[in-house]
């Protein structure tokens, strides 16, 4: 029996499991927006949480101008945003490449995206008392080959 156990193995070992979420929750930052099975879809959105509600913790200091704070506050505001970088930096790869409608392909900062474009968007959401629910999954129809069950997961808006 598996009575108190928090997440699904999907018959892979450590390391394999910590890759695959590791990628899924870097597509998830890259496209906003990606496709997986149910029971991925599901443990994905407790990792992505987590990293978004990691840059939500610094709250005014997420978007606060520097060049307007003192000497004092300013070291202060970027210590704790490294800290929170770096957190994140072990978690999603650094840089991934999305591929343009045009053909061509732009290579993104992850980390930087989650500070200066994911996270902000949820600031209010956080100050209105409702901590977390960044994320919405869609359920979707079985998929043709196994007949697993889809859905879509996306930030949002």
């Known amino acids: 029996m598996r009575h108190q156990k928090s997440f699904r193995k999907f018959s892979r070992n450590t390391s394999h499991r910590r890759a ?14 990606i496709e997986t099975t149910d029971a991925k879809a599901k443990e ?29 506050d300013r070291h202060r505001v970027i210590a704790r945003r490294l800290h929170v970088q770096r957190q994140l930096a072990a978690y999603l790869p650094l840089k991934a490449t999305r591929t343009l409608k045009d053909g061509t ?5 992850l980390v930087t ?19 977390g629910g960044y994320t919405r999954i869609i359920k979707e129809i079985n998929r043709r080959g196994d007949n697993a069950k889809m859905s879509l997961i996306e930030l949002l808006q």
């Open 20 to 33: 695959m979420f590791r990628n899924l929750a870097a597509n998830l930052v890259l496209h906003e927006r």
């Open 44 to 72: 994905l959105r407790r990792i992505a949480e987590r990293l978004i509600t990691k840059a939500l913790r610094l709250g005014d200091d997420l978007t606060v101008d520097l060049a307007k704070l003192k000497q004092g």
């Open 105 to 109: 392909s732009e290579e993104v900062n």
């Open 113 to 131: 995206k989650v500070f200066e474009q994911i996270a902000p968007r949820y600031l209010d959401r956080v100050k209105q008392g409702k901590g």
